[in-house]
């Protein structure tokens, strides 16, 4: 059975349309002091293979408040591939999706490649990425709750990022209209079609399913993307309503939407928060290197009964 049909079965949850008052009791924490810039993320770390107590508490209060914190490590341009890895375990993460582009260790090694298959995969080229949570196309029992990411080498120019916190974009919507959630909480709210390859057999089949889930701890899911192609909507005006308020809530300024350049021996630590890549342009000393790991796991120590007094 699919996460998101499985609310009955869930403890109380503020994400759900049933229950204002613990809703409101949950929003007016969460909002109550909530960081508005980048660098209120930043947590200075020596070595994340080696991460100290001190370390990994500030980087858990961040992630407890915004579910993403960022770190600035002494590794710089070291390549191991332990301190991605490293730093997941620390957090309880152990469950990789070793997807079919990734290496063999379940990273995802996101550089430009010109040519063979990744090739043609916007993540292995230097054009922008417009606004999603990882895995959106995963099947249902196989949904990513953590993406972290560590650079071993920035671009010569451009490949920043924007960040948002799938629980903020929530709260937009729903003081915005609460029926917009209703609609975007829909089993087929955004359908991907299968993925046929070369030879005609389906790589992937159609995977249905919402934008905004409740599981069973409680806690709040978002698979989401602002693609045009190979998504499928459902066709229905407050889906449609809802989904242009959340595209113009990811094109807006907003104070909730944190901008910035990871640099090498810098990191990403979060539960699968929405967030977009520029473009940008390497040269012969700087070719853009990220690692990026994805897990079925949720950050340990964030669920929402462990963030909040409700």
Known sequence: MPPWQQRSHAISSPFSLDDQSLYQRWRDQKLQGYPTSLTALLVEIRDPRTLTNSEHAALLSR????????????????????????MARHFGLHR?????????????????RAEGVRSGYVPYTNRAINWHTDGYYNSSDKQIHALNLHVTQQAASGGENALMDPEIAYILLR???????????GPRAMTIPARIDAGGTVARPEEPGPVFSIMPTGNLHMRYTVRVNNVIWADDALTRQALDYLEELLGSDSPYIYRGRLEAGMGLVSNNV???????????SHKRHYYRARYFDRLAGTDVNDCYQL
Not at 64 to 71: G, L, S
Not at 175 to 185: G, V
Request: net charge negative.
């Open 63 to 86: 992630c407890r408040r915004t579910n993403m914190a960022v770190y600035a490590s002494a590794t710089g341009t070291d390549t191991d591939t332990q301190i991605p890895l490293a």
């Open 175 to 185: 003081e915005k209209n609460p029926e917009y959630i209703h609609a975007l909480m």
């Open 274 to 284: 929405l967030h977009d890549r520029a473009a940008f342009t390497d040269d012969a």
């Open 96 to 112: 990789i999706n070793k997807n079919w582009l990734a290496d063999d260790s379940g990273l995802t090694s996101l550089t430009v």
